[in-house]
């Protein structure tokens, strides 16, 4: 599956940002998927995922409460709606896929993943 991120943009702290990631060549409906970030100096590091189902959820704890994760399968997209906004969230973020026969995994680390989009960069000023 190829896909592709947009919606990354500058924002200020405390700020709300939506992005997108479409999905085409492949079997969306069938992978799970998950957001990724890598900051300025810094190594990638993940951010949220769901189930292909979109039945379950997972986040890194320096995210929890401020980003949500949906998808619609229909429109072959995920998103990342990114809440509360802090300057340390600056980072380019990627999405990934991971096909998966399972409704209920949810992945969490980057070798797990087959396919990634190409970035889009998000900047949170103070």
Known sequence: VQLQAYGGGLVQAGGSLRLSCAASGGTFSRSAMGWFR??????REFVAA???SGSSTFYADSV????TIPRDNAKNTVY??????????TAVYYCAARRTLSSSMVYATEREYDSWGQGTLVTVSS
């Open 38 to 43: 890598q900051a300025p100096g810094k190594g």
């Open 64 to 67: 929890k409460g401020r980003y």
């Open 50 to 52: 769901i189930t292909w």
């Open 80 to 89: 990342l709606q990114m809440n509360i906004l802090k300057p340390e969230d």
